[in-house]
């Protein structure tokens, strides 16, 4: 399940066993905290999620998490969110605030995650976490600005000193888009954190002003109006993992009952068939595709001239 992370080249499967024997506290499940609870949860991570509010209609556009149908009923966001992430780790859900009397919640957690919308909150969280030498994240997005800073050893009270009129969600709005860029900056930090890696204690900013300048440099497509890659359809192409091969074919349902008999049956439904055969799987699509397991494509071909006859 985890194979596109532990084969990046600075992680590995100890890195995912000390991720799923983590846990992280995330406080709020609004836009960015319900995006950051899918996130760590598909990572493994084990959640303890706590949010005071209940479910609206603007709920089904913020957060991927929550169904129309559940925001009709205004489920609590805790009891929602854990509906969907027990799927994929451990979670505990509390529906209340998170204040000075009930911290003893997340005494088990290895870090937390702010998905708040509110200062008095995030000074609570920092206030604990100074306390009890918990690193937490600190996480924004407001308008079409995404912040992620993770705070071990500097201060968010700190930062805050002065008080000031802040802009808010419900008063300036927010782009579902960026309260993912927010959430997706903080999980990744947090991701390092957690697997031992060092972060930069630093607050990072996305801003849709800031861009990259990039220049065409001149090719047959743009200057010629000559569209090769449209004029030619690959045969085999090799797919993002570990050597499997696309092919296009012309399947037959006669030769998709011959690879069955010939290899143990996986799986089976209206679009595709799934087989086993010497350690490999083979994927027949009833479309005419073929995406086979092999060392090469040579190898490949074969897998599926021996199944399939063809």
């Known amino acids: 399940m985890y194979s596109r992370f532990t084969t990046l080249q600075n992680h590995s499967e100890e890195d995912q066993e000390r991720l ?8 709020g499940l609004g836009a960015t905290g319900s995006a950051i609870a899918e996130n760590l949860a598909r990572h493994g991570v084990n959640l303890i999620i706590i949010d005071r509010d209940y ?5 089904a556009y913020s957060s991927s998490l929550y169904t129309p149908e559940q925001c009709e009923k205004a489920l609590p966001k805790a009891k929602a969110a854990e509906d969907y992430l027990k799927q994929f780790t451990g979670v505990e859900a509390y529906s ?5 009397d009930n911290t003893d919640l997340i005494e088990e957690a290895d870090i937390i995650l702010d998905g708040t919308d509110n200062l008095e909150t995030r000074q609570v969280i920092n206030d604990y976490s100074k306390k009890q030498g918990i690193p937490w994240i600190y996480t924004a997005a407001i ?7 993770p705070i071990i050893d500097k201060c968010f009270n700190c930062m805050v000193q002065k008080p000031q ?3 808010t969600c419900e008063t300036d709005g927010v782009m579902r888009e960026v309260a993912r ?3 997706a900056k903080s999980v990744y930090k947090a991701v390092k954190m957690l697997t031992g890696s060092s972060v930069d204690e630093r607050l990072e900013l996305v801003d849709k002003n800031r861009f990259l300048k990039v220049e065409d440099s001149g090719c047959e497509v743009c200057e010629s109006e000559v569209f090769p890659h449209l004029d030619q359809t690959a045969r085999v192409s090799k797919l993002c993992g570990r050597g499997k091969y696309q092919f296009e074919k012309n399947i037959s ?3 998709i009952a011959q690879a069955v008999k010939a290899g143990e049956k996986l799986a089976e439904n209206d679009y595709l068939v799934r087989i086993g055969y010497e350690g490999r799987e083979i994927t027949f699509f009833r479309s005419g595709r073929v995406i086979v397991e ?3 494509e040579g190898h490949a071909e074969s897998l599926i001239s021996e199944v399939a006859g063809i």
Not at 96 to 100: C, D, G, R
């Open 20 to 27: 799923e024997n983590s846990t992280a506290a995330i406080i």
């Open 165 to 167: 009129k802040v802009a």
């Open 294 to 296: 092999a060392r090469d």
């Open 143 to 149: 308008a079409e600005k995404a912040y992620s800073m």
């Open 253 to 255: 349902d006669e030769n």
């Open 55 to 59: 479910l609206e209609e603007k709920d």
């Open 96 to 100: 209340e605030s998170f204040k000075p």
């Open 181 to 183: 860029v927010a959430a």
